[in-house]
Structure formats: structure tokens, C-alpha cells
């Protein structure tokens, strides 16, 4: 599968997962996604993303998680639980951030990389 192509099959899974979420009862916004255009723009990868990460290639989200209206950071929460689980349901190359300690973090595998 080409890049493009993982992409678009990202953004496919990423919208599924949205409105999983939806429909549990929970709310979410989008955080940072690519971040190409801004973080690495200059050659330095200087913000919170490591260099050769996921937001660099589109295949990377992280969201805001809101449960009962208030901003749900802990990941070990359970609806955090239930949406890394769901996550990796959606397709082989799904990883979730939660299980290295990002739980707002969903990504595409690409090239051995999350």
C-alpha cells in the first residue's frame, strides 16, 4: 500500500472512530494532526512531536476527549481504554498511543514507525 493510500485509509478509520465515540455517549475535537507544515517546516522538528513520527506523514491524530463535558487527560480512563481498544480494531496497521503512554495519540504504522 502506498503512502496516499494509507492515508486516505487513515482518514476513513479516523472518521469510523469519531463517531464510535459519538455514539458511546463521549464527546471529542481534534488536536494536532499533520504537523509537517509547521513543526518541521524549518528543518528542526522542535515541537512536541518526534522527528520521523506519524504527524509528519498524515498518519497521525491526536484528540481531546471529553467525557461528562469535562476533559478527560488520564489514560487509563476507562472510555480511553475502550477507544484504544476499538482503535486497533479498525485495521492491522492501527496503533494506539495509550499503550507507550499517549493515550490522545492514533496512528498508522508506516514503515516500522507509529
Known amino acids: 500500500m502506498t503512502l496516499r493510500e494509507k492515508q486516505c485509509v487513515f482518514a ?3 472518521a ?8 458511546h455517549g463521549w464527546a471529542v475535537s481534534l488536536s494536532e494532526g499533520y ?7 524549518d528543518g528542526d ?3 512536541p512531536h518526534k522527528c520521523g513520527g506519524m504527524h509528519y506523514t498524515k498518519l497521525a ?9 469535562l476533559l478527560c487527560r488520564d489514560g487509563e480512563h476507562p472510555a480511553w481504554q475502550a477507544i484504544g481498544k476499538h482503535w486497533k480494531t ?8 495509550g499503550d507507550w503512554g499517549d493515550a490522545n ?3 498508522f504504522e508506516h514503515e516500522g514507525r507509529a
Do not use: K, M
Open 16 to 23: 469510523w472512530l469519531i463517531l464510535w465515540i459519538d455514539e
Open 35 to 41: 504537523v509537517g507544515d509547521t513543526d518541521a517546516a
Open 45 to 47: 522538528y522542535d515541537g
Open 90 to 97: 479498525l485495521h492491522p496497521s492501527a496503533r494506539w498511543g
Open 61 to 69: 491524530q491526536d484528540l481531546n476527549l471529553f467525557v461528562g463535558g
Open 12 to 14: 476513513r478509520c479516523l
Open 105 to 107: 495519540h492514533v496512528s
